[in-house]
C-alpha cells in the first residue's frame, strides 16, 4: 500500500534521511521512533509528500507521488492522505464540525455533503454531542478527537501522525490510542505515527526506529 524505496534528504550538509526503504501493508499502523534529530518527522514528510526527497521514490495504493504534477499532487494527497500534528491547528472561529468538514469543502465538496460527512466521522470519534462546539469549549483530548476526525474526513489511504499525544497528558494519550485502534479495526485504517510515546510505540503493529537518518531496527 506504501512503499518507499531508497530516500535521501539532506538539509545544507546534514543527511537527515539516508537510503530508507520501507513497505507498510493496508491496515497497519506503524511506530516510526529514535531520539531527536534522528530524521522521524522527515521521513515522515517525505512519505506524505509534504517535501521531496534529493533522491528516491514513494509509491502510495502504486502511484509515485513525486512523479505527479503539483496540481495533481496536491489533488492525489487530499484525496489519499490525511495528517495529524502535535498541535491540533483547529480554526477557532468554526464549529469542530466544521473543522471537520474543512477539507471537503477545499477539495470541491458542498456545504450539505461535507457536513453529512464530518458528522459521520465524528460519531466514530466518539464527539457527536460536540458537533457544534467551538474549538475553545473542548478538552485538550476532544481537540485531538477533531483533528484526527478532520484527518479521516475523506477516508484517505493512510493517515500520517507526528507526535499526536506529545500535547496530552497520559489519560488523553491513553484515549488516543485507543481510537488509532479502534479506527484500524473498524474502517481498516492505516497509520503511520512519529512518536516519543513508549506507550504508543509498543501498541503498533511494528516499530520502526531510526537513528542518523537512518532505519536501524
Given at each position: ?8 534528504k ?5 543527511t537527515?534521511?539516508?537510503?530508507v ?32 526527497p534529493?533522491?528516491g521514490?514513494?509509491l ?7 512523479k505527479?504534477s503539483?496540481r ?12 495529524v ?5 483547529l ?7 466544521e473543522n471537520v468538514a474543512m477539507?471537503?469543502?477545499?477539495s ?13 466521522i ?17 478538552s485538550g ?10 484527518a479521516?474526513?475523506a477516508?484517505?489511504a493512510?493517515?500520517?501522525?507526528d507526535?499526536?499525544t506529545?500535547n ?9 490510542h ?6 484500524r ?5 492505516t ?13 503498533a ?5 531510526m537513528?542518523?537518518g537512518?532505519?536501524?531496527?
Amino acid at each position: 500500500m506504501l512503499q518507499a524505496l531508497h530516500l535521501f534528504k539532506k538539509h545544507s550538509t546534514l543527511t537527515v534521511v539516508n537510503d530508507v526503504s520501507l513497505h507498510i501493508a493496508a491496515g497497519e499502523i506503524v511506530s516510526i521512533t529514535g531520539p531527536s534529530g534522528a530524521g522521524k518527522s522527515s521521513l515522515l514528510h517525505l512519505l506524505s509528500g509534504l517535501d521531496r526527497p534529493d533522491s528516491g521514490a514513494v509509491l502510495i495504493n502504486n502511484t509515485d507521488i513525486f512523479k505527479l504534477s503539483p496540481r495533481k499532487q496536491a489533488q492525489f494527497r487530499s484525496q489519499n492522505i490525511g495528517f495529524v500534528f502535535q498541535a491540533h491547528h483547529l480554526l477557532p472561529e468554526f464549529s469542530a464540525l466544521e473543522n471537520v468538514a474543512m477539507p471537503l469543502w477545499i477539495s470541491g465538496k458542498s456545504r450539505k455533503e461535507g457536513l453529512r460527512a464530518a458528522a459521520e466521522i465524528m460519531a466514530v470519534v466518539g464527539l457527536s454531542q460536540r458537533l457544534n462546539h467551538k474549538p475553545t469549549e473542548l478538552s485538550g483530548g476532544e481537540q485531538q478527537r477533531v483533528a484526527i476526525a478532520r484527518a479521516l474526513v475523506a477516508r484517505p489511504a493512510v493517515v500520517f501522525a507526528d507526535e499526536p499525544t506529545g500535547n496530552l497528558d497520559s489519560a488523553n494519550a491513553e484515549a488516543v490510542h485507543d481510537l488509532f485502534l479502534q479506527l484500524r479495526q473498524e474502517l481498516g485504517q492505516t497509520f503511520v505515527i512519529v512518536t516519543h510515546n513508549e506507550e504508543l510505540a509498543r501498541r503498533a503493529d511494528r516499530i520502526l526506529a531510526m537513528r542518523d537518518g537512518k532505519i536501524v531496527a
